[in-house]
């Protein structure tokens, strides 16, 4: 299965979508997605879902989501009886394929700029909108999450755009180095590619 969080929250078997079910039992997979490795408690996963307002059966409503998931997942999610963990291999969601891709291409930006160009497009061809779109980010799990994952997602459009101007090519990318400097202006890095490109 392929977990896809860069947008809007999916699963696919092959070509086939999953169905979720409704936003809660989704919002309970986005949490274990947002853990993963770790294992998160059934009292973590209620303030996740309802925040300070729980339902009395919030214990018994969470524990039928996680059995309706593990039907879905087929047993992907491991359980102790108190705290549960999803099961992912290192590619199966593309919020890994963009971490290892950022780390890859951080390393070659300087050896080899097409390859980091070729690598990043890849990676940032994934993006489907903002990370857990739909799901809502008022979960404090969620919200790490979707934190860390955009900042993974400016740095690998930093690094493109810095592969860019290591091959001469500041001319096609002023305008997106300007765009990015104007939607995050304390970005250091961005600025220092926006002076380079300017320059040449």
């Not at 300087?110 to 809502?136: H, N, Y």
């Not at 250091?188 to 300017?198: D, F, G, P, Y």
Request: charged share 30%; proline share 5%.
């Amino acid at each position: 299965m392929r977990y896809e969080f860069l947008g809007p929250l999916r699963v696919l078997d092959g070509e086939r979508t999953v169905e979720l079910g409704g936003p809660r039992q989704q919002r309970v997979l986005a949490v274990l997605l947002a853990a993963t490795p770790d294992e998160v408690s059934v009292d973590r996963l209620i303030d996740e879902v309802w925040g300070e307002d729980p339902p009395d059966t919030a214990s018994h409503v969470i524990r039928t989501y996680i059995s309706n998931l593990r039907q879905t997942l087929d047993g992907r999610i491991q359980s102790d009886g108190r705290r549960y963990r999803l099961e992912l291999d290192g590619d199966e969601s593309d919020a890994s394929v963009l971490t290892e891709a950022v780390r890859a291409a951080r390393s070659m930006v300087d050896v080899d700029p097409p390859a980091a160009i070729e690598q990043l497009d890849s990676v940032l061809s994934l993006l489907r909108g903002r990370p857990f779109e739909g799901i809502g980010d008022d979960a404090p799990a969620i919200r790490i999450e979707v934190d860390r994952l955009e900042e993974q997602i400016l740095s690998a459009r930093e690094l493109r755009m810095e592969a860019a101007l290591a091959i001469g090519r500041h001319t096609d990318h002023l305008t997106d180095i300007e765009s990015l400097v104007d939607a995050h202006p304390l970005r250091e890095h961005a600025s220092e590619l926006l002076m380079i490109a300017l320059y040449r």
